[in-house]
């Protein structure tokens, strides 16, 4: 089981919440969970004018393992205007449209504002025996 919680801050210090949501899906083959903008298309989704996060910004994606791997998903632009990275202890980018293994069974994707203080932190927890 893969559960997630979604925090977007803003301001100083991540002082301002504005939003916490949470989703989750069982380890199974091919299961997906989606962050980003759009909300007919994401489980987790960002406030609508934050433009730094794309309609469709990551997949959390169950391999046929059943470990799960987080994309960045290429959007409409050549180069973003967010940053991410994955942070278990040990903080690695994220390339524009590049893939990870989520490296244990628990941390955070960071999705940062290149232009501002706004940024949008997935937490993850992998449970009930299945694989990171």
Same mark, same amino acid.
């Given at each position: 089981?893969?559960?997630?919680?979604?925090? #977007?801050?803003?301001?100083?210090?991540?002082?301002?919440?504005?939003?916490?949501?949470? %989703?989750? @899906?069982?380890?199974?083959?091919? %299961?997906?969970?989606?962050?980003?903008?759009?909300?007919?298309?994401? *489980?987790? $989704?960002?406030?609508? =004018? !934050?433009?730094?996060? @794309?309609?469709? *910004?990551?997949?959390?994606?169950?391999?046929?393992?059943?470990? !799960?791997?987080?994309? !960045?998903?290429?959007? #409409?632009?050549?180069?973003?205007?967010?940053? $991410?990275?994955?942070?278990?202890?040990?903080?690695?980018?994220?390339?524009?449209?590049?893939?990870? %293994?989520?490296?244990?069974?628990?941390?955070?994707?960071?999705? %940062?504002?290149?232009?501002?203080?706004?940024?949008?932190?997935?937490? !993850?927890?992998? @449970?009930?025996? =299945?694989?990171?």
């Amino acid at each position: 089981m893969l559960d997630l919680n979604m925090a #977007s801050t803003s301001g100083a210090d991540d002082a301002a919440t504005v939003a916490m949501l949470m %989703a989750s @899906s069982p380890s199974r083959p091919g %299961a997906t969970l989606a962050v980003g903008r759009d909300a007919s298309r994401c *489980h987790l $989704v960002t406030p609508a =004018d !934050w433009l730094f996060v @794309s309609r469709t *910004h990551l997949e959390f994606r169950c391999d046929d393992s059943g470990a !799960w791997q987080v994309t !960045w998903i290429r959007g #409409s632009q050549d180069a973003p205007v967010a940053e $991410v990275f994955v942070d278990n202890g040990e903080r690695r980018p994220l390339p524009y449209g590049g893939t990870l %293994a989520l490296p244990g069974p628990s941390g955070e994707v960071v999705i %940062a504002d290149r232009g501002g203080r706004r940024r949008v932190t997935v937490g !993850w927890f992998v @449970s009930g025996g =299945d694989r990171s």
